[in-house]
């Protein structure tokens, strides 16, 4: 990194964030194809942020109690079939809201139908979009 101009390092940055969203394309495709015989949705959220230099910093190693915004705020980005047990126009009203990886235990388990004492309502994004409400205690 150290030889490296900071637009070299914005470019690679920039190249890996145009491969992934090739990547989710392909899987939303997929998805698109088989919803006829499945209900189908995806949920991709990434492991972590990313600093580009901002005062200085790159990568994402810090401690999370030093660590900028950008590396704690991870990108997510959910897609669901037509059929699929969530109110679409609910689900797209939260793309603005802050949410962290606190979230995602829970979200994962209540958009899967997951079932269990472990899931926390109170840590599920979409907790009020979905069509039937999941019960916590089952």
């Not at 990108?75 to 797209?92: E, L, P, Q, R, S």
């Amino acid at each position: 990194m150290q030889d490296c101009t900071k637009e070299e390092i914005n470019n690679a940055y920039d190249g890996t964030i145009l491969y992934t969203d090739h990547f989710l394309d392909e899987v939303i495709k997929f998805l698109k194809k088989n919803q006829n015989k499945y209900s189908v949705g995806m949920f991709y959220v990434a492991d972590h942020g990313e600093s580009l230099g901002e005062n200085g910093i790159y990568l994402h190693g810090l401690p999370y109690v030093i660590a900028p915004d950008v590396q704690k705020h991870p990108a997510a980005v959910a897609w669901f079939g037509d059929d699929y047990d969530i109110n679409k126009t609910c689900a797209k009203n939260l793309a603005n809201k802050a949410y962290s990886h606190d979230n995602i235990f829970s979200t994962i388990l209540g958009v899967m139908g997951v079932k269990t004492k472990v899931y926390n309502p109170n840590e599920d994004m979409y907790l009020k979009c979905y069509k039937k409400l999941i019960n916590p205690n089952c």
